[in-house]
């Protein structure tokens, strides 16, 4: 590693570091130190790599991990991410283990969760190299995985009272976008199980915390809401629908009536 | 060439019966292995003679057993007998045996006389292949010799791919299985992935389709191995399975496709693969190992489709035993009751685990929730939140709320909340008719029709065995002309006479 490299590798690691950290510096030094570790044949690590080379290597990505996600660039979280999927899986057994690694794959899995691709994250918990019953124990891991628990569940108070036990920093970045999905989720099974809700307890539900969010989420979801006996009356939706299916039926039965042929 | 050598074989042959019969005068009940390598090595060269490759699936087909009763000496034996005196591939295979058991050769003198005529030219290539994966098996049998077994493999496998040979691919496809098995014992099953990926390019490029679904299967085990499920599925999606692959390696790939599907969450798409695995898979005393792990996650995958598996699975004799913490598992998500759920799980963790299912039934808590929604649902007409709370353990009567709610949007139950007075009321049970009806009736008659589909393709079709009816339809019409002609060349001399003889 050149020694041009490792200065700017200082100088970000100052920058990431200083409270608030600098972002806009951060992003600048790690453009060009992407182009440094692309020389150096270190982004995508080939066999053969020095060992100390690769863990510089590993920082850097898993700063700008960092960085991106302070930045609410998921995008460029995700890019991130994958790159370090190579220093985590091939390289987990040569190279020392990073105290990020579970930090930012948790972050990975709350990403997930947020963008509402439950399989997904299924798949990538499936694939951690960890012991399943050791998961509750891993505090980064655990949180996402309990999140995710409650979610299915329909246990939203639980979701809502967890979202200050970040275990770091950056897990709040999600926060928000979580309390979206989540509202979203609540507001539907309102639609389902109630007829009417008073105004209040529909807010302490919701988790608004002041009528006037209320009312304009209220307006977003088309709701009735009536101001004077202080309710919200939700219109069923679909209640019968007793319409026959009929493309359905004529495509089983040309299906059933091909199979016949076939048959015969 | 193959004919000269296959009649020099039968008349081998030949004479070796008779003089067996001469000397028959004791018939020994169970041949001896080395007779039956023997036997097995005649019928891959008539094989290779016919192309009939089903000569040569009954010779893979012994290999299970014949495995277990192999030694050095019944291989060393084999190779004797199967190739001439200063074969050099003699040679190559003899060097992978340890020289000690040569001592015995003087106990062997009642055998020897049998192999008097002298064999002169080495047997077909295919026969090399067949001892090489005996040599495999035999070196994978003890510890110290994996090292060796791995450099066999290698070189096996590099033969095979220079010889690509057609006839050889149902004993490449078994070679390919003893080769990952060599790597997994050898502990770098990893390290042999590029290998198996390069051989699979190969093999679909060859139109091997045997070798292609082996290799295929190897891989999704190695992957699954790793928990890379990602690329397993990725895999999944690149390649086409042959279609004409033999059952075995069908049900290996549908039960990889059913635990992919599963932890993606297409439980009805696991469910599906992992009944096909099921049916298509070998008896159940035959290959018991294979048949309680399918069924392990097939009880998994019913309980995540909110389904409860049929009690006579867990009396089956060979399931019994191993499914014993399933059933329990069974139990507390039939009864709803989170408590004996949590108990259950606690206590089978580390057979969940080293089956690979543990976070699969984690997923389960959410299944025994609304099960016991569904229960109190059904049994009270109006209840309040707290007693729902009360009943199925859960923390608050917040969470009870929200749960709840979720049950109703998701069409677990029927009713509503009215918050006001903190109950919930249960509304009637949806008639039983409805476009669901035609829906469910329509799955089963698709579940018919794939049955009826599927037993139509795995009927088999001998080879040649439409040149005898051909000839037979020959003969036919062959004789209609004749007929014909008689009645033409008849008809003008006389026309009452060859109505009545003709038909």
């Not at chain 2, 699975?313 to 035993?321: A, G, M, N, S, T």
């Not at chain 2, 009567?397 to 949007?409: C, L, P």
């Not at chain 2, 008659?445 to 040649?464: D, F, T, W």
Request: proline residues 5%.
């Amino acid at each position: 590693m050149s020694s041009q490299l490792a200065s700017i590798y200082r100088d970000l690691k100052r920058a990431f570091e200083a409270r608030p950290s600098d972002l806009k510096k951060c992003g600048q030094l790690l453009a060009k130190l992407k182009v440094g570790l692309i020389e150096a044949g270190l982004l995508v690590p080939q066999p053969g790599a020095n060992l100390d080379d690769l863990v510089v290597a590993r920082d850097i990505l898993e700063i700008g991990a960092f960085a991106s996600i302070r930045a609410k660039d998921i995008p460029s979280f995700d890019r991130y991410f994958s790159q370090l999927q190579t220093f985590y899986n091939d390289y987990g057994s040569s190279l020392p283990p990073s105290p990020n690694e579970y930090p930012i794959r948790g972050l990975n899995l709350i990403r997930l969760l947020t963008q509402n691709r439950i399989a997904d994250f299924h798949t990538t918990l499936e694939s951690l190299p960890l012991r399943a019953d050791s998961i509750s124990s891993n505090p980064y891991i655990s949180h996402p995985v309990n999140l995710e628990r409650w979610l299915m569940e329909g246990s939203y108070s639980k979701v809502w009272n967890a979202r200050e036990e970040a275990p770091k920093e950056e897990y709040r970045f999600f926060v928000d976008s979580l309390m979206g999905t989540i509202r979203n989720e609540i507001a539907s099974c309102e639609e389902a199980a109630y007829a009417s809700l008073p105004l209040k307890d529909a807010a302490t539900l919701l988790f608004f915390t002041t009528q006037s969010e209320l009312l304009k989420f209220a307006q977003e979801r088309k709701w009735q809401v009536n101001l004077v006996a202080g309710t919200i009356t939700f219109t069923k939706k679909g209640e019968e629908r007793a319409e026959i299916p009929k493309e359905k039926l004529i495509s089983s039965s040309l299906a059933y009536a091909r199979e016949l042929e076939m048959i015969v | 060439m193959t004919d000269v050598e296959m009649k020099q074989d039968d008349k081998a042959e030949d004479k070796k019966s008779q003089e067996e019969k001469e000397k028959a005068t004791p018939p020994p009940p169970p041949p001896s292995p080395t007779a039956e390598i023997k036997s097995n090595i005649a019928l891959i060269e008539r094989a290779v003679a016919t192309i009939e490759p089903r000569y040569t699936l009954r010779v893979l087909r012994t290999l299970t057993a014949l495995r277990k009763k192999l030694d050095d000496k019944v291989l060393q034996d084999a190779i004797e007998d199967v190739y001439p005196k200063d074969s050099a591939v003699k040679k190559a295979l003899l060097s992978w045996l340890p020289e000690a058991s040569a001592v015995d050769h003087s106990m062997d003198v009642d055998a020897a006389p049998t192999q008097s005529t002298p064999i002169t030219s080495d047997p077909v290539p295919e026969c090399e292949i067949y001892l090489r994966l005996l040599l495999i098996h035999h070196l994978l049998t003890s510890q110290s010799t994996y090292p060796k077994a791995l450099e066999l493999a290698q070189e096996t496998v590099a033969k095979m791919q220079v010889l690509n040979r057609r006839s050889m691919d149902p004993l490449a496809a078994r070679v390919w299985y003893a080769v990952e098995r060599t790597y997994e014992l050898a502990g770098e099953l990893a390290d042999a992935r590029p290998l198996f990926l390069a051989a699979q390019r190969t093999a679909s490029l060859r139109h091997d389709d045997e070798t292609q679904a082996s290799l295929i299967n190897r891989l999704l085990r190695s992957y699954l191995h790793y928990s890379l499920y990602d690329q397993a599925d990725k895999l999944v999606s690149k390649t086409t399975f042959p279609a004409s692959a033999s059952n075995a390696q069908y049900a290996r790939y549908h039960y990889f496709i059913g635990r992919i599907k599963m932890v993606q969450l297409n439980y009805s798409a696991a469910h599906a693969n992992l009944q096909q695995a099921i049916r298509r898979a070998p008896p159940p005393k035959v290959a018991p190992g294979f048949y309680q792990a399918v069924h392990k996650l097939f009880v998994v995958v019913e309980l995540l489709m909110g389904d409860i598996p049929d009690r006579a699975l867990f009396r089956h004799p060979v399931l019994e035993k191993a499914l014993e913490g399933y059933f329990e598992i069974v139990k507390a998500v039939r009864t709803g009751s989170l408590s004996q759920f949590q108990t259950t799980l606690s206590k089978h963790a580390a057979l969940f685990e080293a089956d690979k299912t543990y976070t699969l039934i984690v997923r389960l808590r959410q299944n025994v929730i609304k099960t016991g929604i569904r229960r109190l649902s059904l049994s009270y007409s109006r209840i309040s939140l707290r007693d729902i709370c009360v009943k199925l353990h859960l923390d608050s009567e917040e969470d009870a709320e929200y749960i709840v709610g979720k049950a109703i949007r998701d069409g677990v139950i029927e009713g509503r909340i009215v918050h006001e007075k903190g109950w919930m009321e249960c509304g009637g049970q949806k008639s039983g008719y409805g476009p669901e009806v035609a829906e469910v009736f329509q799955r089963r008659i698709g579940y018919c029709l794939e049955l009826h589909n599927q037993s139509v393709k795995a009927m088999r079709y001998p080879l040649n065995a439409h040149r005898k009816e051909l000839a037979a339809a020959e003969g036919a019409r062959e004789r209609e002309k004749e007929l014909a002609k008689e009645i033409q060349e008849g008809g003008d001399l006389d026309d009452d006479e060859p109505l009545g003889d003709g038909f």
